[in-house]
C-alpha cells in the first residue's frame, strides 16, 4: 500500500465510530477541487509495518479504519491490508470515487469492508468535465452496494457548479439511497462562481427529500 498519509484520530470521518484515517496515494480523476491534490502525486509513503504496528497498539481504542485517499482501490493490496485491519478488530470504511467495481466486489464479497463512502460527483455525463475522466464503473459499484450488506452512501461536495435543479435530477438518477450526505465545498483557489454556504446546503437537502428522504447535510 502506497499510505502517503495516517491521520491517527478522526472522530466524524467513519460515522458513529473513532477511528484512524490511512490516505493513499494516487488518483485516476483529476477533480478541479480536490482537497488531497497532494495525495495525487506523492512520493514519500509510511511504512506499512509502523502503521500496522500503530494499529495494533490502538486495537480496542479506536473502532474503525477509513481507507481514503486519493483513490483507495487504485492499490494492488487492498485486500490483503483491508483483512489485515479486520483482523485486529476494527470496523474498515472505504472511500471511493466508484470507478472500480471489481475491487469494491473484492471487498464486499470477502467481508472487508463494513461502510463504503462512495462520491457522487456530478451528473454522470458531466464527469470528464468535472473530473477529468468517464463516470466507467458507477452504476455498477452502485448495483454493487444496493446487493451489499454493507452500510453504504453516496456524497456530493457542493461545488458551484452544480445548480439546485441540477442536483435534483442527480437525486432522481439514482433510486432512494440508505444516506445521501451533502457536503460543504471548501474553496482550493479563487473560485470563479460563489460557493454554495452551509445554509444553502442545508436548504438544497430539504428540498432533495421528496426525492431522496435520507438526505442530508453534512456541513
Ligand atoms: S476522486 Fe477524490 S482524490 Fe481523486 S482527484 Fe477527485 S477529489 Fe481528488
Excluded at 86 to 112: I, M
Excluded at 146 to 155: G, I, K, Q, T, V
Aim: one cysteine or more; a negative charge.
Amino acid at each position: 500500500m502506497n499510505i502517503a498519509g495516517l491521520l491517527k484520530t478522526a472522530t466524524i470521518d467513519f460515522p458513529h465510530r473513532l477511528a484512524a484515517v490511512v490516505f493513499t496515494a494516487g488518483c485516476n480523476y483529476d477533480c478541479g477541487f480536490c482537497h488531497n491534490r497532494g495525495l495525487l502525486t506523492a512520493t514519500d509513503f509510511e511504512d506499512n509495518g509502523e502503521v500496522m504496528r500503530f494499529l495494533e497498539k490502538r486495537a480496542g481504542l479506536l473502532d474503525g479504519v477509513v481507507i481514503s485517499g486519493g483513490e483507495p482501490t487504485l492499490q494492488k493490496d487492498l485486500l490483503g491490508f483491508a483483512r489485515a485491519v479486520k483482523e485486529l478488530g476494527y470496523d474498515v470504511k472505504l472511500d471511493t470515487n466508484g470507478s472500480n467495481p471489481g475491487v469494491v466486489d473484492g471487498l464486499l464479497s470477502g467481508g472487508l469492508v463494513d461502510y463504503v463512502a462512495m462520491d457522487y460527483k456530478a451528473p454522470l455525463a458531466r464527469y470528464p468535465e468535472i473530473c477529468g475522466a468517464q463516470a466507467d464503473g458507477f452504476l455498477e459499484t452502485l448495483g454493487l452496494l444496493r446487493a451489499s450488506d454493507a452500510e453504504w452512501e453516496l456524497r456530493t461536495t457542493m461545488i458551484p457548479q452544480i445548480g439546485r435543479e441540477e442536483l435534483r435530477g442527480m437525486a432522481e438518477a439514482v433510486g432512494r439511497l440508505p444516506l445521501y450526505a451533502l457536503q460543504l465545498y471548501r474553496p482550493v483557489g479563487i473560485e470563479k462562481l460563489r460557493i454554495y454556504t452551509p445554509q444553502e446546503i442545508a436548504s438544497m437537502a430539504e428540498d432533495l427529500k421528496d426525492i431522496q428522504p435520507n438526505v442530508f447535510a453534512r456541513c
